[in-house]
């Protein structure tokens, strides 16, 4: 699993790959029709197709004559849960944080008026 989600991370890591991912996630395409916004080559389309494909993001198909890449739902659903065991992580430490800040805040308002150093002062 780890090993999947460091080549998923990794493909994802490039902007160029993750424009594809995000037009992938709309409709399959074509490795020509994936290039087209690209000022790059087809081939150099066909290498980041390879890291997504490498990664278990994208798979390509045939159908007659057509080969369109496919978005693999199911892998998002892998990063998906691994984010959110982080972030409920994350959360359950705000909340620890949140009831000692609590505490010191009750603690401070019981706590008895005493003489700073400013009052003597100014004698309040």
């Known amino acids: 699993m780890t090993d999947q989600l460091t080549k998923v991370f990794a ?4 902007p160029t790959r993750r424009d594809m991912v ?3 996630s709309v409709a399959d395409a074509t490795v020509n029709e994936l290039a087209a916004p690209y ?3 087809v ?3 066909s290498k980041h197709l390879k890291v997504l494909e490498d990664s ?3 798979t390509r198909t045939r ?3 057509r080969r369109p890449v496919h978005l693999e739902d199911n892998v998002f659903d892998l990063m998906t849960k691994w984010i959110e065991r982080y972030r409920q992580q994350a959360e359950e430490r705000y909340h620890r944080l949140d009831a ?8 401070s308002s019981a ?3 005493t003489d700073s150093p400013e009052n003597s002062r100014t004698g309040a």
């Open 11 to 14: 493909a994802l890591a490039d």
């Open 22 to 24: 995000a037009r992938l």
């Open 39 to 41: 000022e790059v080559s």
């Open 43 to 45: 081939q150099a389309v």
């Open 56 to 58: 278990g993001l994208v």
């Open 63 to 65: 159908e007659a004559q």
């Open 100 to 107: 000692v800040l609590d505490t010191m805040d009750t603690d």
């Open 111 to 113: 706590a008895p008026a």
